[in-house]
């Protein structure tokens, strides 16, 4: 009696631990974004113009240099910022200054920023300048959209494309 | 908080003590059901990479080709690869624990304690990328949040996760990157184990048969109730919502969206840095290292041989005493168990030299002073029925006061010190109390204890000794009410066999020992 009682408890805790792990290895499930809405994402990397304009270097700086590094003209390795704005339905809901990467601030800028809306239209507009200018902007898109229930709508800068895709 | 633990491991283990017997409990084998289920994991891994296909495209479709068109094969050993999976971060949630609430992680314990955490990390790596391999929607939700965080960090150039945004940027590439971090980082995670161990005497590596027969018959009924499934394609124009999280490894991924991932990183690393320096915050303060006597070493390693943290070795002599060998103690792993001091056969009670000295003994308390004690709580025993007990710390009879010598751990009693008890009549009975037989606190002492008392263990209860006098009781700290009755028991059969009459000192083996242990003595000396 004993004996069949202890057989009994111990598979009682085989299938408690069992059936746990099974069970908690797939559920609850989880629900990244409330359901009918999508994700808008603004990514990409760019780099932008240097700070300073070159400037050449006068004969007594060349002669001071070892032969190898004379290079008549002298450049700022310093990347400028690029400076991002994203309107969703005429509300701005980024707004960055995007400093350059690497030590010396010689890589690119980058921003990764998701924002999740409803599903539906929705007019997205996307403006950056990369220059040294303080005003305006150098590249922009903008356009109505319909997203669907959990799509994934990217907006990127391609070099290629010398401007934004939306995709 | 720790006594609350261990209370409550204590009631756990208890429980599983009256289910399983305290040779099958699985709460002490949860290190080696660690490497039982390491084992598992790799053997059904192995056989899924030989059907595994890097590639956007393949690799989803391969692990869908095992699960579907080979499910004797593949999909029960992909089950078992994923629960088997799973299992170890139970195992390793629950040792570690233990091993904290058993106050096992400071002292001369430190460094499994600091090698075990680096593990919690390795083991969490494998197995996030091992779920990122299949490249289904649950995959794609981990390579988004994994890349995000690691995005956090400055260390990669191009951030990571842009290699998730459309279906375009992702290449195939990346999928032999993580195969290779798959094996790889759980191949690091064997060494780390490996290293783990690596003070410890004798590591319980293996499960005892019966119990890794019935995890392998588990994890066979499981894998057919619920094989291990993809949930659907990775699509990367949509975003992956209605996963079915592995609450086991990624139960912190939901927290990225509620915190900043600096947020998610201080954690992590907070809490990493916290278990690192938990040895020392605060240290123990622990009763200092035995130290060896060379006076008394004639260098036979048993000591060596007993010790359950590889804290003695044998050098080559140095004394210039006629013997090849002599002990030698790192006093950083020593944990003051005292099991050496049990185990010397330079340990004995009957030398009648003031200064009892013995070949290894703790500063703390020495062998002088346990007789001494010993001596002393015989002394005041009084009635019909005199009994006397030697008490581990850790057992049921460590809070006992009365006839009671407390000792670090029940294999620190030199059997000839329970000879010396009962042939000098200091006392009718001697129980011997340690550790529940399932999990003594000092690993071995418990079985050390049992062999010597069987005589099938050096240094051997003497066969003089009459056993009916002798009454060794298993039992925890919570075990009180068994341990009372089985003392009371044994208090009764003492009764009915009558008070004990010892042996003559003069005309006795008493005599006789106590010469050989002069003669032993001298011997060393000489
Ligand atoms: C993959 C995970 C792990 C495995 C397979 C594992 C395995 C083991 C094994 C086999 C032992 C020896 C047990 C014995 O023979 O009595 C042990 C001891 C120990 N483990 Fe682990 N362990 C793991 C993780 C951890 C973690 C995460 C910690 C704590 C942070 C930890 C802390 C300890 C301590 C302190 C001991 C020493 C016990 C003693 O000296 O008596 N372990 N482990
Ligand atoms: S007291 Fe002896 S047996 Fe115990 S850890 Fe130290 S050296 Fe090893
Ligand atoms: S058990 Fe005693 S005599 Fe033997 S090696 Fe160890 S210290 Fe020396």
């Known amino acids: ?167 | 908080m720790r006594s609350l633990l261990r209370n409550g491991f204590e009631f756990l283990e208890r429980a599983a003590d009256t289910i399983f017997g305290p040779r099958l409990n699985p709460i002490p084998q949860l290190g080696a059901l660690g490497f039982f289920l390491f084992w598992i994991v790799a053997v059904s891994g192995i056989y899924l990479f030989i059907f595994f296909d890097t590639g956007v495209v393949d690799a989803y479709n391969s692990i869908e080709s095992i699960t579907h068109r080979q499910w004797f094969a593949g999909g029960v050993l992909r089950s078992f690869h994923r629960y088997a999976s799973d299992l170890m971060v139970v195992v390793l949630v629950v040792h570690a624990t233990r091993e904290f609430a058993l106050d096992r992680y400071r002292g001369a314990y430190w460094f499994s304690w600091f090698t075990g955490v680096p593990l919690i990390w390795l083991l969490y790596a494998s197995g996030i990328t091992g779920y990122w391999l299949v490249w289904d929607q649950l995959a794609q939700y981990v390579a988004i949040v994994s890349s995000e965080l690691l995005d956090w960090l400055p260390i990669f150039g191009e951030p990571i996760a842009r290699n998730f945004l459309t279906p375009a940027s992702l290449n195939d590439r990346f999928f032999t990157l993580l195969i290779f971090m798959h094996i790889g980082i759980p191949l690091v995670l064997l060494f780390v184990m490996w290293v783990h161990i690596l003070r410890i005497s004798r590591p319980n590596m293996n499960p005892p048969r019966a119990l890794a027969v019935v995890v392998l018959i588990s994890l066979v009924i499981v894998s057919f109730w619920k094989p291990a499934q993809s949930q659907g394609s990775a699509d990367l124009a949509a975003i992956p919502n209605d996963v079915g999280l592995d609450w086991f490894y990624l139960p912190l991924y939901p927290l990225a969206d509620l915190w900043s991932h600096g947020a998610v990183w201080a954690l992590l690393g907070g809490f990493t840095l916290m278990l690192l320096a938990m040895p020392w915050l605060p240290p123990l303060r622990r009763p200092r290292p035995v130290e060896v006597n060379l006076a008394h070493c004639n260098g036979c390693g048993r000591c060596v041989e007993d010790c359950p943290h590889e804290a003695v070795r044998m050098v080559p002599r140095a004394d210039g005493r006629p013997f090849i060998q002599q002990a030698q103690v790192n006093s950083a792993a020593c944990v003051s168990c005292g099991i050496c001091v049990g185990s010397c056969p330079s340990s004995t009670p009957f030398r009648r030299s003031a200064e009892l000295e013995t070949g290894i003994d703790l500063p703390d308390l020495p062998l002088r002073e346990l007789r001494r004690q010993t001596e002393a709580a015989a002394a005041e025993l009084s009635g019909p029925v005199r009994v006397l007990t030697f008490a581990c710390a850790h057992s049921a009879a460590g809070v006992q006061q009365k006839h009671t010598v407390k000792v670090p751990c029940i294999a620190t009693v030199p059997p000839s010190l329970i000879d010396y008890v009962v042939s000098r009549n200091l006392a009718d009975g001697v129980v011997v109390a340690g550790c529940a037989e399932r999990a003594g606190y000092h690993r071995l002492g418990v079985a050390w204890m049992q062999g010597r008392l069987a005589g099938e263990r050096d240094p051997r209860l003497r066969a003089r000794v009459q056993r009916e006098r002798i009454c060794s009781i298993w039992a925890s700290r919570s075990e009180q009410s068994r341990f009372g009755a089985e003392v009371k028991r044994f208090t009764a059969a003492l009764g009915s066999l009558g008070p004990n009459k010892g042996l003559s000192p003069r005309t006795d083996g008493g005599a006789e020992s106590a010469a050989k242990a002069e003669s032993l003595h001298e011997e060393v000396v000489s």
């Open chain 1, 1 to 167: 009696m004993i004996a069949q009682l202890r057989v009994a408890g111990q598979i009682a805790v085989f299938i408690a631990v069992f059936a746990g792990v099974a069970a908690l290895s797939d559920w609850p499930s989880y629900h990244q974004i409330p359901p009918q809405s999508a994700v808008v994402k603004l990514s990409f990397t760019h780099v932008a113009d240097r700070v300073a304009a070159c400037r050449e270097r006068t004969k007594e700086e060349l002669e001071k240099l070892p032969p190898n590094m004379r290079n008549p003209l002298e450049c700022s390795r310093r990347r400028g910022a690029v400076y991002v704005e994203l309107d969703i339905d005429g509300r701005t809901v980024y707004r960055g200054s995007l400093q350059p990467s690497g030590l010396s601030g010689d890589g690119p800028a980058r921003v990764y920023e998701r924002f999740v809306v409803p599903v539906g239209a929705h007019g997205i507009a996307v403006r950056m300048r990369d220059t040294g200018r303080s005003e305006g902007f150098d590249h922009a898109k903008s356009g109505e959209v319909v997203l669907a229930s959990n799509q994934n709508f990217v907006i990127d800068f391609r070099r290629e494309a010398n401007g934004f895709v939306f995709q």
